[in-house]
């Protein structure tokens, strides 16, 4: 044996003994949770779970597949795969492709109309459909009157050209397109439906000679819920998913066949960078250049083309055919960046939360530390995360995958693509801090992939397979089926409850209808803290980063006081504007001294022992004493600034005096709060001059008090 041989061995299996360790040991538990720190904190947790599941879920599968491979030995199963494999070859691959595309469109949307309602469960969506509903009209940002704070939400951003979010434009414009279609609803379907159908088209290439597997593995993916459940949502990772298939397919055909196919790799390369940057780039750059380079070496090495030259000639014209074909994306994302956000290479993201919202080892933009101790726990829960969420299978399907690399004598032609396509988006995730399973979702072809081949090797008897071996083969059989069939009776289930709504929910994030015809203004209560953190950013021009620890670093009151004396200064040119002593630097915790109260639904208030609050924020304090309601949730379903409509406009509480400003602009509009009347009630509809003087105090003129 040769030692490349060996050393590509020892690789594999390392590869695989590392994959089993993180499906089934606690690594997460090196974060440290003893800082207030709510993310990572609930990340642990969700991991420990997490952990559970997959040894629990793996001994009792195992378990039952040791039982019912002793009850029916390996016959029935293996049959069952035989018919099995048999019916999904039956069609040829282009109509089989469309049904793919068909049946995970079709559960995307059902999810959307019955497990979401309608509603998105993630602010990136809200944040990026607001943007996207001012593109339909043409215009690339919104322009809020008077009082920007009164609108703006998280990942939202004022710039010189207006109000944006902090995404990279194609899915934004995909968005937009759809809206002025009058279809918004059809933007996961249709990306989830093109991601499936194109893996069904490119797994057959990928692996030769396996066309079961292929079509089997494809037809995961369409059902898988961890995509399905993304997929009834409006995310960026779905557009980008469908275009990193796209790239595959066609650098695949580029591969086989002309170079042409490369302009088509290099417009769905660029459009993806355009939509998320990071995975972008690591996917695009694989799925060309690491098809094509191997290719190459390949027919140099049997000179299998014409001429020493021609290997090298056969790279560069696809190499140039994908720049021709990403260069207008790369423009368009340069004037984009440079448009609003400053500069060619300045993305949102950066505008928004500065540079600490970059890759590398440094403070996260929420002031905690990133570096290798928290990659490394991250990681943990990441891998975890895929083993059991992909398919909702008991067995985790990294642990599958880790198997089957320690077991196999070598790797089939295209597993090591497919190795690379799960892997590399969680290395490159390793240098980012932000870390969900959702940023793994353009990978889950590949390891839905991997776990199919392996399930298949590992459970493949031979004549001359020794009795031992061949009952171990015929449990693993039987195992596999009984994980699959776990899924839709606990794992799928499950997953559902855990994503539907609560009433309680429903009630803050369902449009209220008003008792009056006509167009309406309804004002959401939101809390103290949401109400500091709009000020701070609209008329403070804070950045997100600074804001979020300044919450966390100081009493409401102290916080409050700034916010108002920065806005005297900044927004209506004051000279004379005395500042509290506050707390601004970018640290993690809170201060020793700073006590976190709850004192009503959805608030949350932190003060100093002893500290005497103004009048200004008694009175903040005092409108909260019902709970509140965030803006968010509901402001991208109804009317906004500065686009026709003749619906409901909501827009933020902020009290009477500056309230007065945003009714002057909309005063055609029948005017409501949304917030509850008691104490731990749901929100209601509240003619608004009751609600001023219920909550302020004050009347509902305007008038200031002294």
Known sequence: MNSNHDIRTLARRGLGGLLLALSFLPIFRVLDTSVEAPFRVASVEIAEVTLQLAWWGTLSTLLVGVLLSALFKGGPVRAL??????????????????????????????????????????????????????????????????????????????????????????????????????????????????????????????????????????????????????????????????????????????????????????AAVGAMVSSRPLIGLILGSLFTLGLWIPHAVSAAAERSTDGPGAPLAWLLRRSAATLIGGAPFGVLLAWFNHRLFGGATTFGYLAAFGADHGLGFHRDPWGYSYGLTEAVGFTSTDTLAIGVQFLETSIPLTALVGLY??????????????????????????????????????????????????????????????????????????????????????????????YSWTEETLSRITVPQPPEPGPAIIFTHSSWNERISATLQGAGGMRQDSVISALRRNTNCSLHRFAEAREALVRRGESEVEFPPVDLQQASGTPPDIERRSPAPGTTVRVRSGEVFTPACVRELRSDRFGAVALAPLLWQGDLPGLSGDGILFVRDLGPEKNALILDAFSGRNAYVFVPKALEAPPELVAYAEAMAVLWGTPSDGSRRP
């Open 405 to 498: 690399l320690l077991t196999t004598p070598r790797l089939p032609k295209g597993v090591s693509m497919l190795l690379a396509w799960a892997l590399l988006p969680v290395v490159g995730n390793v240098l980012y801090w932000f870390h969900a399973t959702r940023m793994l979702f353009e990978a889950t072809p590949a390891w839905i992939a991997l776990a199919v081949l392996g399930a298949i090797e590992l459970s493949r008897s031979v004549s001359d397979d020794p009795p031992l071996r061949r009952r171990l083969r015929e449990a693993a059989a039987w195992s596999f089926v009984a994980a699959l069939a776990a899924a839709p009776v606990l794992g799928i289930p499950t997953r559902w409850s855990t």
């Open 81 to 266: 795969a035989t018919k099995v494999g048999d019916l999904l070859c039956a069609p040829r691959l282009p109509v089989f492709a469309i049904a793919i595309s068909v049946l995970a469109a079709g559960l995307a949307l059902l999810t959307w109309r019955y497990l979401y309602l309608g509603l998105f469960t993630n602010v990136d969506e809200i944040a990026s459909t607001i943007q996207a509903r001012y593109m339909a009209t043409g215009a690339l940002a919104g322009v809020l009157p008077v009082v920007p704070e009164a609108w703006l939400v998280p990942n939202t951003l004022m710039v010189d050209h207006g109000w944006v979010s902090q995404y990279p434009p194609t899915h934004l414009a995909f968005m937009a397109l759809l809206i002025a279609m009058g279809t918004p609803w059809l933007v996961g379907a249709i990306s989830l439906g093109a991601m499936a159908g194109l893996v069904a088209l490119s797994l057959p290439r990928l692996l030769p000679g396996r066309p079961a597997t292929a079509r089997l593995a494809a037809l995961l993916v369409a059902v898988s819920p961890f995509l399905v459940f993304l997929g009834g949502g409006a995310l960026s990772h779905l557009s980008a998913g469908a275009l990193g298939c796209l790239v595959l397919y066609s650098a695949l055909r580029a591969r086989d066949g002309h170079a042409g196919w490369g302009v088509l790799a290099g």
